[in-house]
């Protein structure tokens, strides 16, 4: 019954959203009660460009809300070891997964952090599908977690921030440096923001994040002025917060946005690679370094879990220092 429900979701994912495929799921599963299904085991041959144990699986995941941008990552790991493995689920062993992890490594010059962030996704799909049935044992149960050094992510300082903004030519690029600091968004949050989604008298906003959760975010003096400046600039009746300059003005993409960033760091001399992501780092930073409270930041960021969050107070001397002396 349940190949059934996760084969009718991978049929239907492209033209239902995630709550429509999470109702698709409820009916097929009340109309299947009781019935005795038998199927035939196939094999993981590639049918219209999927291979359908990967589709069912990245289905699931899709009606559970994950981003399209997370769906095609796990797509793209799923299908290449497939595709490498040749094997029926059935068949396939532990040291197959870590034959394709270490030749991923050595062709693709892959680091031991991403090479980890694909067992993980493996994982995820052989514990899925052991779970429903599909396998009798788990492959990836005796593959341990690949170790790598975390790098310490370093905001940017105050003095680096400045740079930043000043490196701005355009009305559009000091608008999206200002909004993507103000209010600590993701940068496929970002993509989704419409002009009319900002609430200018309470100077808020709201998003979609991770999971489709919704969630309040601000934005400052600075951000709303940029924004003014940016919209008076714009002759198009796009509703999208941030467009291509070139007609007819589409909504900007995740990369066309990374680019812009990238470029306004590389102009402002900064010795380091500039993203998105490390504009919600520092901003969240900065927050946090002027008093506000984890739980409220955590909130504000979209974060699942506290300790993500913690990331941005870890040993952070000033902090300490505002602490003590709010304390003293």
């Not at 699986?57 to 299908?79: H, N």
């Not at 952090?113 to 429903?132: A, E, H, W």
């Not at 999971?211 to 400046?229: P, Q, T």
Request: one cysteine or more.
């Amino acid at each position: 019954m349940q190949k059934i429900r996760d084969k009718v979701l991978s049929l239907l994912s492209h033209n239902f959203s995630s709550e429509q495929l999470k109702m698709i799921d409820l009916a097929v599963a009340e109309a299947l009660k009781g019935k005795k299904i038998e199927e035939e085991e196939t094999l993981p041959a590639v049918i219209n460009g999927g291979i359908p144990e990967v589709m069912e699986y990245l289905a699931r995941k899709k009606s559970k809300g994950l981003t399209m941008g997370t769906i095609e990552q796990y797509r793209q790991v799923l299908t290449a070891f497939m595709r490498a493995t040749q094997k029926k689920l059935d068949d396939i062993k532990d040291w197959d997964i870590i034959r394709f992890l270490d030749q991923y490594e050595s062709y693709r010059g892959v680091g031991k952090r991403r090479k980890d962030s694909m067992r993980v996704i493996l994982n995820g799909f052989f514990r899925y599908m052991t779970d429903c049935g599909r396998l009798k044992a788990n492959p990836m149960a005796t593959i341990e977690a690949i170790k790598f050094k975390k790098k310490v992510r370093q905001p940017l300082s105050d003095i680096e921030f400045e740079r930043l903004r000043r490196a701005c030519i355009t009305p559009k690029e000091r608008a999206l440096v200002e909004f993507l600091f103000a209010t600590g968004c993701r940068v496929s949050e970002v993509v989704n923001v419409n002009r009319s989604d900002i609430d200018y008298f309470e100077q808020t906003l709201k998003v979609t994040g991770k999971g489709n959760k919704e969630r309040f975010v601000y934005i400052n003096a600075a951000a709303v002025v940029a924004l003014d400046e940016y919209f008076v600039s714009r002759t198009d009746s796009e509703e999208a917060l941030f467009v291509s300059d070139r007609k007819p003005n589409q909504r900007l993409k995740k990369n066309a946005i990374e680019k812009i960033i990238r470029q306004i760091g590389e102009r402002a001399s900064i010795n380091r690679r500039v993203f998105p992501h490390l504009l919600r780092h520092t901003a969240a930073t900065h927050l946090h370094q002027h008093g506000m409270p984890l739980e409220e930041l955590q909130k504000i960021l979209g974060h699942e879990s506290a300790d993500t969050t913690r990331i941005y107070a870890k040993d952070d001397p000033a902090i300490i220092h505002n602490s003590y002396c709010r304390a003293s």
